[in-house]
């Protein structure tokens, strides 16, 4: 077993107890293989291990990623922030986005949405901690983004994503995340239909869990310590 499959087993077996001692079905969690900074061959060795889906934050490199994958059935997720004048190629390359925190963004994703590919998945970023560093619309301007995204077409609401604090301190991460399930729960009684909560990374996984996530991005878990691709691995991606 390589050490891509093996970290992806471990990770599997820690939601599984995770949610059991929750109280939760595992088969409610759904594991995002977060593979930005990760060659082609890495995200190749996971899927053999049985991992199909993949989010990635930097759309050059998702791009130059992709051809030397397009043997396999990925589902493509986009988790970082997103420029509008990328829009058209997320638009057209990723099934789910994960990071839309703006009516602008909305409006060209969908508005570059091939109308022949299936409706794309979109979650809404909230930035639940405050820090001006991190993107996201701030929760009491969520309701506002949300009715508006709803109602555009080729897209599907499908819930909420948060990157909170990076910190030791457990009680503020989860007080973050637990304000995230109160947006989501606030949503659904609005009458939106959602099924998903994307938060929770390696080291903050466990409480995402308990505070209710159906999907956790995990990285550094399952393909270890980050490795940034240097441009000339990228254009030899590209060039495959």
């Given at each position: 077993?390589?050490t891509?499959?093996?970290?992806l087993?471990n990770?599997?077996?820690?939601?599984v107890r995770?949610a059991?001692s929750?109280?939760r079905?595992?088969?409610e969690?759904?594991?995002?293989?977060?593979?930005?900074?990760?060659?082609?061959?890495a995200l190749?060795?996971a899927w053999?291990?049985g991992?199909t889906?993949?989010?990635e934050?930097?759309?050059q490199?998702?791009?130059?990623?992709?051809p030397?994958?397009?043997?396999?059935p990925?589902?493509?997720?986009?988790i970082?922030?997103?420029q509008?004048?990328?829009?058209?190629r997320?638009a057209?390359?990723?099934?789910?986005?994960?990071?839309v925190?703006r009516a602008?963004?909305a409006d060209?994703l969908?508005k570059?949405?091939?109308?022949?590919?299936?409706?794309?998945?979109?979650?809404l970023?909230v930035?639940?901690s405050?820090e001006d560093?991190?993107s996201?619309v701030?929760p009491?301007?969520?309701?506002a983004?949300a009715a508006?995204v709803?109602?555009l077409?080729h897209r599907?609401?499908?819930?909420?994503?948060?990157v909170p604090?990076?910190t030791?301190?457990?009680?503020?991460?989860?007080?973050?995340f637990?304000l995230?399930?109160?947006?989501?729960?606030?949503l659904?009684?609005d009458?939106?239909?959602?099924?998903?909560l994307?938060?929770g990374?390696?080291?903050?996984?466990?409480?995402?869990?308990?505070?209710?996530?159906t999907?956790?991005r995990?990285?550094?878990?399952i393909?270890?310590p980050?490795?940034y691709?240097?441009?000339?691995?990228?254009?030899a991606?590209?060039?495959?």
């Open positions: 077993m390589t891509v499959a093996s970290n087993q990770v599997k077996d820690r939601i995770v059991q929750i109280g079905q595992p088969n969690i759904t594991l995002l293989a977060a593979s930005k900074t990760n060659p082609a061959d190749r060795e053999v291990a991992q889906i993949f989010g934050n930097y759309l490199e998702a791009l130059a990623k992709m030397a994958l397009a043997d396999l990925i589902e493509w997720h986009f970082g922030p997103i509008s004048n990328k829009t058209r997320i057209e390359n990723f099934a789910w986005v994960h990071s925190d602008k963004v060209r969908s570059d949405r091939s109308e022949s590919l299936p409706p794309l998945q979109v979650c970023q930035n639940v405050g560093s991190k996201g701030e009491e301007e969520l309701a983004l508006h709803v109602n077409p599907r609401l499908r819930g909420l994503m948060a604090e990076l030791t301190a457990t009680a503020l991460q989860r007080s973050q637990h995230l399930r109160e947006l989501y729960e606030q659904k009684r009458g939106y239909e959602l099924d998903t994307s938060m990374m390696s080291e903050d996984m466990d409480i995402a869990l308990a505070e209710g996530a999907m956790v995990v990285g550094t878990a393909f270890g980050r490795r691709l240097i441009p000339e691995e990228i254009a991606l590209a060039a495959r």
